[in-house]
């Protein structure tokens, strides 16, 4: 998050609950608190870091990006 007087580096948190709250939290219907933590969890897992395209990693999903960092060859995906 930001530190004060510097808006900008905000950005990122920020994107991140707006893309949390539209495809997770606005769609579902929880029953308790447990439910709420369970199904957030499984959408970062899940889908943010397993399946949602991220453009600023080249189109890919972060954990895919994340195993191209270890020197193995990281293949774009063709969009």
Do not use: W
């Amino acid at each position: 998050m930001s530190r004060k007087g510097n808006p900008y580096d905000n950005a990122i948190a920020e994107s991140f609950m707006k893309t949390l709250k539209y495809d997770e939290v606005y769609l579902s219907e929880y029953e308790d608190f447990e439910d709420v933590v369970e199904n957030i969890f499984v959408f970062i897992e899940d889908v943010y870091n397993e399946k949602r395209l991220h453009s600023s990693i080249g189109y890919m999903p972060p954990n895919e990006f994340e195993k191209g960092l270890d020197g193995s060859p990281c293949q774009k995906k063709a969009g």
